[in-house]
């Protein structure tokens, strides 16, 4: 019985780094977008600086609408890969998003619209439940829909999504996104110091900053009262 119990035990025990490493599941359109797109990328991103695989961040600018995509080179800094421009559909509404840093939740990549698949994120965070939050959601979504948050087309929703898809197959379980009002350098900051939300820029801006001088995402606090980085 003893013996039996053992085994039980290792079995159980060499389990779980499996576990923990369990691979994201495909289907359907999100199938279809990983294999029309890994060998383009493959080639694209080593010849940018990454790899296919590699771990990946994301940030986005409201007012120039743009979605940056940011990986992992060889010195171990993260290095710019491309920037998307975001989209809107004549046919939705357009909501402005949140600012804010959020996470993409890896661990459902079988989120699908009928013309691709949707990134979704943890929004709202403790900061946003705390402060009224829009009544909408904060995902990435093709077909531009801006209802959901950040709009791609199509053809790039299912180029980010594979992407996203193999650094996590490859082990990365936090991928960040950081949704900033504008590019939050000094000279913007003073230009937005009248601004209703100038308190929470104040707590954004440290973020942005430390990402332009180091290429490196810092730790980020979030609770109730805002954003504060993790020394």
Not at 147 to 168: A, C, K, Q
Not at 180 to 198: L, R
Request: include cysteine; proline fraction near 5%.
């Amino acid at each position: 019985m003893k013996k039996i119990l053992s085994a039980l035990f290792i079995i159980g025990f060499t389990a779980l780094p499996f576990m923990a490493n369990a691979q994201p599941l495909l289907s359907g359109i999100g199938k279809e977008a990983v294999e029309r797109n890994r060998n383009r990328l493959d080639f694209y991103l080593e010849d940018q600086g990454g790899g296919l695989g590699n771990p990946v961040f994301l940030r986005s600018f409201i007012d120039s609408e743009k979605l940056e995509l940011w990986q992992i080179g060889k010195n171990g800094k993260f290095k710019h890969i491309r920037t998307y421009k975001l989209c809107n559909d004549a046919n939705n509404l357009k909501i402005r998003p949140s600012t804010g840093v959020y996470n993409i939740n890896t661990a459902n990549f079988t989120s699908y619209l009928p013309n691709g698949p949707v990134l979704l994120t943890n929004y709202p965070n403790s900061y946003d439940r705390n402060n009224k939050p829009i009544k909408a959601s904060l995902n990435i979504a093709p077909s531009c829909r801006t209802t959901f948050g950040l709009g791609l087309t199509d053809t790039e929703m299912g180029e980010l999504f594979t992407i996203l898809y193999f650094s996590v197959k490859n082990g990365q379980n936090n991928i960040q996104l950081h949704v900033f009002p504008f590019e939050m350098n000094w000279i913007a900051m003073v230009g937005a110091k009248f601004d209703k939300n100038y308190k929470k820029y104040q707590q954004l801006a440290p973020i942005y900053n430390y990402f332009e001088g180091h290429k490196t995402v810092p730790k980020v606090s979030i609770s109730k009262n805002g954003y504060r980085i993790i020394k």
